[in-house]
Structure formats: structure tokens, C-alpha cells
């Protein structure tokens, strides 16, 4: 796993729609994005999208809790419903509130973005034009091979192992049936011929 994995190189940052939390309204952030910081929009289909937060579509890491936390204070309200607003805050930010995008906002971003996650085991390599879904299949492909090849070397040192034993016990039978032969010769010859030297040289 590279030592230097960041959500700015993976392919599982997403901007997430405001409305749920379901897998289908995670969507592309594009290369420029990543780079500069950002996700408060999502382009879900030609000249059409929506507000939208940056994510993890495999939840590795709770990306926009991390951004809250270097966000400057003025803009906690941002993360508010309008429930959640107090009536100063719906005063002030009236005319601002549906504008996501601060230069703040997004070097807050920027950073949890570049963050390196050595620890992570779920980074996977962003590819430009590939949605999270994309991504989430090319990662489970290489899962499975990966988990191929593991299967196909256990299976190998197995047959070694059953080879390497199979071996062994050839070797001893063998030896036995060598002991054997040699036996029923002796025994043989006994019969044959019981003043034979072999016997005088055995007494």
C-alpha cells in the first residue's frame, strides 16, 4: 500500500448530495476540485446539479467533520439547518446561505484533502471520468484477483507440501521392501543351503 495516499488521489472522494445519504447521489469530484479544494457542488448530469458535501463513499474517514474542525468559527453556521439557524444567524447570512464556496471553506477542504493516510486500506487510485460507483466495481475486481491469486498459492504450497510428503513415504517403502527382498533371500538360502559361508560368517 503507497505511503502517500491522500483523498486527493482517490477514487472514493465524492460530492455527496444534501438531500440523503443513500450510495446513488455520490458523484465525481473532478481533478480541478480535488486540487483546489471544494465539493459544495455536484455536476449530476449535463448543465444540471445540486449542493452537495465532500465524502468518503466507502465512510474510511468522516471527511466533512475533519473540515468542520478547521473551518473558522464565523462559518460553523453553514453546517445548520434553517431549523438549526437562530434568527441572527437567518438576519445575517440571508443573502449568503445557499452560497457554499468560501476562499476559507475550501483551503479547510484543501487540506483534509491532501492529508496523508498511510493507514488507510481502503484508498484506491482516482481515474478522471470515473464515477464513485466505477471506482467501487474496479476496486472489487481487484479485490477478487487479489483474493485469486492468495487462493492459488495457498492451493500451490498444499500440493508442494502433499508432494513433498508423498515423497517421503515413497522413500520409506522403499527401504522397507529392500529389507524385505533382502529377508526372503536370507531366508531362502537358509533353506537351500543352511552350511552356506553367509551363515558361517553371521555365527
Keep these: 500500500m503507497c505511503t502517500e495516499n491522500n483523498y486527493a488521489s482517490c477514487g472514493f472522494l465524492a460530492s455527496r448530495s444534501y438531500s440523503t445519504r443513500q450510495a446513488s447521489t455520490f458523484f465525481e469530484m473532478r481533478s480541478q476540485t480535488r486540487k483546489e479544494g471544494g465539493g459544495w457542488w455536484a455536476m449530476q448530469t449535463a448543465g444540471m446539479g445540486s449542493q452537495s458535501v465532500p465524502a468518503c463513499c466507502v465512510g474510511a474517514f468522516p471527511i466533512l467533520d475533519e473540515i468542520k474542525a478547521l473551518e473558522p468559527e464565523a462559518l460553523k453556521w453553514r453546517h445548520k439547518s434553517i431549523g438549526e439557524l437562530t434568527k441572527e444567524e437567518l438576519d445575517t447570512h440571508r443573502d449568503d446561505r445557499f452560497d457554499s464556496t468560501t476562499p476559507e471553506r475550501n483551503e479547510a477542504a484543501k ?93
Excluded at 504450497?157 to 522397507?176: E, F, G, P, Q, Y
Design 111 to 203: 487540506a483534509v484533502f491532501n492529508k496523508l493516510r498511510p493507514e488507510c486500506h481502503k484508498w484506491f487510485p482516482y481515474t478522471p471520468g470515473f464515477s464513485p460507483g466505477q471506482h467501487m466495481e474496479a476496486f472489487q475486481m481487484q479485490q477478487l484477483e487479489q483474493d485469486r491469486r492468495a487462493f492459488e498459492l495457498k492451493l500451490f504450497n498444499m500440493n508442494k507440501k502433499v508432494t513433498t510428503n508423498s515423497n517421503r513415504v515413497m522413500i520409506v517403502l522403499a527401504i522397507c521392501a529392500i529389507i524385505f527382498a533382502a529377508a526372503e533371500v536370507y531366508f531362502a538360502v537358509a533353506v537351500i543351503n543352511p552350511e552356506h559361508w553367509l551363515f558361517n560368517w553371521l555365527r
